[in-house]
């Protein structure tokens, strides 16, 4: 049978409330009788009840995130990067996490938000792929909820976050292509609404108009974040007459969809049509040819907003609570030059 609380007391010759609070770290208990009680709890082999533990401090130590994904499965490798960011900053802070999935924008998705909020069946929560008129960050401020958000809205309500600068990644894309001669560049927009979509597609149009180049409507196309829907959407801008020299895809695996539907025809990525994407996920260094791309540092981001939401449930303010990140440009061989790494504006040559 497992060692209990009044067992310890017993042995130590001390009360039950004084072990308690010795194991718990109180400082109200006399260093060398917290010592004796803490040598004989390992003794006796005592285990705390983490269940009423939990619950005398009115916390789940579990951290929720909710997955905007349609179905249980999910194949973008940018979710996979950032969970397990979240979850070894969450496992090294003695917190449990809690993913569950939603399609975005659903009934289900809001009640899982709501019952969050309401029920407390986690600590606090992280939101991804923020949206522009976001109602789930509207919940979360009505309930006064803790939350860290990976991205940005245009909601009023203030709120931590961690984002990358994704029109100042698109700028540095675009003008890449610019400055290899590209004048005809498509783009696969991800869906509308998504904030970072926003921030994007806005980019580009004024990179391509401060260089004093044109945007045909046409050139523009919008994809659902897959592989697939990149492959489907490229097959508009394929159609064009003239067709594009270059296509950028929202993120990476619209990108990669692209280039399997651009070989298909025929052509040649990084020689008849240079190719773009967004994020640096691991599988675009290994594609044929290799993926340039914007770096985002997603396991690391994963780290930082699980940081920031466990300060926040903690009552501590956020070293910097609307944090965001410079893009770094990853050059290879799908736009047709040689490998290099741009930060900044400024060119490295990348080992």
């Known amino acids: 049978m497992a060692a209990t609380l009044k067992d310890i007391a017993r042995e130590v010759g001390v009360s039950v409330t004084t072990v308690s609070r010795a194991l718990a770290g109180y400082n109200d208990v006399a260093a060398n009788t917290k010592e004796r009680i803490q040598e004989t709890a390992v003794r006796l082999g005592y285990s705390p009840n983490i269940t009423a533990r939990r619950l005398q401090k009115q916390r789940t130590d579990t951290l929720g995130f909710i997955m905007p994904t349609f179905g249980p499965r999910f194949s973008d490798p940018f979710f996979s990067e950032f969970i397990a960011g979240i979850g070894n900053q969450a496992a090294a802070h003695k917190y449990d996490l809690l993913v569950s999935t939603h ?89 509308s609404g998504l904030m970072f979509g926003h921030y994007r597609l806005q980019s580009f149009y004024n990179t391509m108009a401060e260089n004093n180049l044109p945007v045909q409507p046409d050139w523009i196309v919008t994809g659902d974040m ?17 067709l594009p020299t270059a296509i950028i895809g929202g993120n990476d695996l619209m990108a990669i969809g692209a280039i399997n539907q651009i070989q298909q025809h025929g052509l040649r990525v990084g020689q008849d049509i240079a190719v773009g994407g967004f994020d640096d996920i691991p599988l675009s260094a290994y594609m044929t040819p290799p993926l340039t791309t914007i770096h985002q540092p997603i396991y690391e981001i994963g780290q930082q907003t699980c940081a920031m939401l466990i300060d926040v449930i903690n009552g501590r303010s956020p070293q910097d609570p609307h944090t965001l990140l410079t893009p770094t440009l990853i050059i290879r061989e799908s736009s047709g030059t040689a490998t290099i790494q741009m930060e900044g504006g400024e060119r490295i040559q990348s080992n």
């Open 226 to 242: 897959t592989q697939r829907g990149g492959a489907e959407a490229v097959a508009a801008l394929l159609a064009l007459d003239p």
């Open 103 to 191: 399609a975005p924008d659903s009934e289900g998705e809001r009640q899982a938000y709501l019952q969050a909020a309401k029920r407390g069946w986690v600590d606090g929560l992280i939101v991804v792929r923020t949206r522009e008129d976001d109602a789930r960050i509207q919940l979360l401020c009505q309930h006064d909820f803790p939350f860290v958000a990976f991205g940005r809205t245009s909601n009023e309500c203030a709120f931590p976050y961690v984002d990358e600068d994704s029109a100042a990644g698109m700028r540095l894309l675009v003008q890449h292509f610019v400055d290899l001669g590209h004048e005809r560049i498509g783009l696969i927009a991800p869906p």
